[in-house]
């Protein structure tokens, strides 16, 4: 049996954990320091508006000194999109990612909230600067599928888009991975 807004039940351990991965940084304080631009804020209105049927998804959008993020949910298929927009004050390294996106990050902070988290693929674009890592998980009794992208945009801004699916949205998730990512809407087999 089905609980009332189940969607959001699913989504929730996501959202804690992201939550908590803005309040417990694995830096020092001064690396989410950045100031939020006007061109953030363009971003974050403008995420989500190539989405299969725009108008179904209910936007969220929280505006930080540091970040920007936008929740983008679609009840209907109890599908979540969610965005990250981290500003830092410097430039950020290829240590300073690999740190951040290591298992131990993912698995102790960032999907600290699902059990039974697996990865199952992890790619990137040739270029070498588009991550995305797949995992399958649970929340209570609920399985999802959930595409992690990290996309550095600049020296100072990093994006993170998560997607959350049920196995049986699949079609939903993969035409909303596509729209998002074309050249990277999923890892190869």
């Known amino acids: 049996m089905s609980k009332p807004n189940s969607w959001l039940w ?23 320091l950045g100031q939020v631009t006007s061109r953030d804020v363009e971003r974050a209105r403008t995420f989500g508006s190539a989405l299969p049927h725009p108008e179904e998804w209910e936007p969220e959008i929280s505006i930080h000194t540091d970040r920007i993020t936008v929740l983008l949910n679609h009840p209907q298929t109890n599908t979540m999109v969610y965005l990250d927009r981290r500003i830092y004050p410097h430039p950020y390294t290829e240590d300073e990612l690999t740190r951040y996106y290591s298992p131990a990050n993912f698995r102790e902070v960032l999907l600290s909230h699902y059990q039974g988290v697996q990865a199952e693929a992890h790619c990137q674009d040739p270029q070498g600067k588009l991550r995305l890592y797949e995992f399958s998980a649970y929340s209570g009794d609920i399985a999802y599928f959930i595409r992690y992208w990290v996309h550095p945009k600049t020296k100072d801004r990093i994006e993170d888009v998560v997607l959350v699916f049920p196995p049986d949205q699949a079609s939903m998730g993969d035409a909303v991975a596509q729209a998002l990512f074309p050249g990277l809407s999923h890892c190869p087999p």
């Open 10 to 32: 699913g989504i929730l351990p996501l959202l804690l954990a992201l939550t908590l991965a803005c309040q417990m940084p694995t830096y020092p304080a001064q690396t989410f």
